[in-house]
């Protein structure tokens, strides 16, 4: 068995490249809205409480960590 070059291996990694950012960005995406919509179940259980507002300040930035990284992935793509 030979063992691939390190152009080989590059070629064959950015082949797979095209497929995989439009994938991995909407992966992200639905996940950030998955963690959204937990809030609705955080306000029924837990109505207007001291943690009901922490765990939406935690999943706001989840979110706005989740819409960073889809904008590093656009970035990294140019």
Do not use: H, W
């Not at 390190?6 to 995989?20: G, H, I, T, W």
């Not at 992200?28 to 809030?39: D, E, P, V, W």
């Not at 979110?63 to 904008?71: E, H, P, T, V």
Request: hydrophobic residues 55%; neutral net charge.
């Amino acid at each position: 068995m030979k063992a691939a070059s390190a152009d080989e291996n590059r070629e064959y990694r950015q082949s797979f490249l095209s497929a995989d950012i439009p994938q991995t960005k909407l992966i992200i995406f639905f996940l950030a809205i998955t963690i959204g919509l937990f809030t609705i179940g955080d306000y029924i259980n837990l109505g207007l409480a001291n943690e009901f507002f922490a765990l939406v300040v935690l999943r706001a930035a989840l979110i706005a960590y989740s819409l960073l990284q889809i904008r590093y992935i656009n970035r990294s793509l140019d």
